[in-house]
């Protein structure tokens, strides 16, 4: 069936970088769409980047031009590097995929799209 295996989470001074990374362990089958959620205490998870198999990605608004998400696709890894980073970046940091391909740019942004979660790693942004 395959899990999604995260690392890179951490303690790290604001305007810092960080780079998560989430593997498909126990399968082979690429994945359509891979992306990271993120939850903050006392908030909804809400949405921080995703991308297609083939290259498309979705960023949210908050931040977009400090994060990069890239996927090996051969590897069947995610990668989230995270730079400038900003108290307000706390929260756990869930991986998600979906096997199916999603061509809508709105499909993909809502958690509900993804059958296949991580078991979620801690950043905290302080000094």
């Known amino acids: 069936q395959g899990q999604l295996v995260e690392s890179g989470g951490g303690l790290v001074q604001p305007g810092g970088s960080l780079r998560l990374s989430c593997t498909a362990s126990g399968s082979s089958s690429m994945f359509g769409v891979m992306g990271w959620f993120r939850q903050a205490p006392e908030k909804q998870r809400e949405l921080v980047a995703v991308?297609?198999?083939?290259?498309?990605?979705n960023l949210a608004d908050s931040v977009n031009g400090r994060f990069t998400i890239s996927m090996d696709n051969a590897k069947n890894t995610a990668y989230l590097q995270m730079n400038s980073l900003k108290p307000e970046d706390t929260a756990v940091y869930y991986c998600a995929a979906t096997r199916r391909r999603i061509a809508s740019a709105r499909a993909r942004l809502t958690s509900s799209a993804y059958e296949y979660w991580g078991q979620g790693t801690q950043v905290t942004v302080s000094s």
């Open positions: 991308i297609t198999s083939g290259g498309t990605t």
